[in-house]
């Protein structure tokens, strides 16, 4: 089931919503919670709930120790045991295939592995666990001895299965005591609505032509496809991961949780410096405080602590080495600006800044997109020129020109401009705050509706990391 489907919008949604409001108790509420959300989670991975429920259990119990044993060797097996198993799960299911493929590969060797299924939004709910863990053991957050409030904070469905990844050090307080104003409830639904349209309009629009122009023989593609393709892959990635994190973000209000942003306009930013603390903000500072600080941070040994970071960066997101020379590519592209450029780019025009920037990122999402490094060097010879293919052609002219309003709103919406105008309008004019909102959740749920039906899937990209 996911966010952006008719089941989940018609039937799901407004059964939890009806469900939860139905009494005021916040126990009733946690259960309400916690009863949907393991359906929720079950109806796509029935087999793995129970996985989820563990995972969460370790969780819970290793807070329990840790508090009883405070600063004693206990505590410390605690963690370590708790981190072993939590990490240890995520390894199984998402990376031994890749480790025996390898080693199979690298020693000519014939092991019988295939790997397992990956449990849906695993990598998302084992971080929130371990930033329990791991707070708990540094005394910076109080222990949870309730497994009911402790599930619910772990499996709650708005942002179970991609995030954003939130900590229990700011939403603890809000298990125990949250209320559903009027006002976090309009907010909650205007997030929500804007959610939807970047999934179905923006993202789910240009996916489909990045696919059609990245999906073929890119030996015979011309130039200009290439790299409008890659553009719509770098517009499509966006739009469909915030706006999961808008949906979530939108979700939890109807609940009376606030969540922390997950993207901050990252297509603005004028280093990569700047763009890595507004795209996935939630997983950037997971690793900058449990990885990157720990390691010694700026203080000690920085190039290699950016490696190391990045390169967990990469191979989070898959059991690839695409993505772990993405995670590599950042890393480099980091230590650059820090060493070399050493605070250059923030003296140059904002626009030099900001064309460097996507140049990069652009770059950077080839990398992601491909899989495959046969693949992966057919574009990136394709894009340079060196098929001697032409540099444009009717396909890619076409694919332009037919699209050439969708691709102006996707740069528009990529920047705080559409947000701006709306702000100012409702500033200026009652009618218009009291109309507009009313207007797009309207709008945005019939258009939604529409595009909905007949279709039998919908995923968002994340949902396979």
Not at 40 to 61: D, H, M, N, Q, R
Not at 396 to 407: E, G, H
């Amino acid at each position: 089931m996911v966010f952006s489907s008719l089941l989940f919008l018609g039937i799901f949604l407004p059964a939890v919503l009806l469900v939860y409001n139905l009494n005021k108790n916040i126990t009733y509420k946690n259960i309400v919670l916690v009863v949907f959300s393991l359906f929720f989670y079950a109806w796509g991975e029935p087999k793995f709930v129970l996985l989820l429920i563990f995972t969460s259990f370790v969780g819970y119990l290793s807070g329990l120790i840790t508090e009883r044993y405070k600063g004693g060797w206990k505590a410390k097996a605690s963690l370590i045991t708790a981190l072993v198993i939590c990490l240890g799960s995520l390894g199984l299911f998402k990376y031994a295939g890749f480790f025996v493929s390898n080693v199979n590969m690298l020693f000519n060797m014939d092991f019988l592995f295939k790997g397992f299924a990956l449990p849906l939004g695993i990598s998302f709910y084992t971080f929130q666990i371990l930033t329990y863990i791991i707070d708990r053991y540094r005394g910076e957050v109080p222990v949870q001895t309730s497994f009911l409030k402790f599930l619910t904070y772990s499996s709650m469905f708005p942002q179970l299965v991609s995030g954003p990844i939130i900590r229990y050090a700011n939403i603890w307080e809000q298990i125990d005591n949250r209320t559903v104003t009027a006002e976090g409830f309009q907010n909650g639904i205007m997030r929500f609505c804007e959610g939807l349209l970047k999934k179905l309009i923006l993202a789910n629009g240009a996916g489909k032509i990045a696919d059609s122009l990245l999906g073929g023989n890119l030996s015979k593609s011309s130039v200009a496809a290439a790299w409008l393709g890659i553009i719509m892959y770098t517009f499509q990635i966006y739009f469909d991961f915030s706006g999961y994190s808008d949906l979530a973000i939108g979700m939890g209000k109807f609940f009376g949780f606030t969540f922390t942003e997950n993207f901050n306009y990252p297509y603005i930013a004028r280093s990569i410096t700047d763009f890595w603390r507004r795209w996935h903000i939630s997983l950037s500072t997971f690793f900058r405080d449990y990885v990157y600080i720990p390691l010694g941070g700026n203080r000690k040994h920085q190039i290699f602590n950016i490696l190391v970071v990045w390169m967990l960066t990469g191979f989070w997101h898959g059991a690839s080495w695409n993505f772990i020379l993405w995670g590599l590519f950042y890393g480099i592209m980091l230590i650059i600006e820090k060493k070399a450029f050493n605070g250059v780019m923030l003296k140059l025009p904002a626009w030099i800044g900001r064309i460097y920037t996507m140049i990069a990122v652009v770059i950077g999402w080839a990398l992601f997109y491909f899989t495959d490094f046969g693949a992966l060097k057919s574009f990136f010879k394709c894009a340079f020129g060196i098929y001697g293919t032409s540099f444009i052609d009717y396909t890619v002219k076409s694919a332009f020109l037919s699209n050439i309003w969708l691709i102006i709103i996707l740069a528009v919406a990529s920047t705080p401009l559409i947000n701006m105008v709306y702000g100012k309008l409702c500033a200026k004019s009652k009618i218009a705050s009291a109309v507009l909102p009313a207007f797009i959740v309207v709008i945005t749920m019939l258009i939604s509706y529409m595009l909905l039906v007949g279709q039998s899937s919908n995923t968002f990209l994340y949902f396979k990391f």
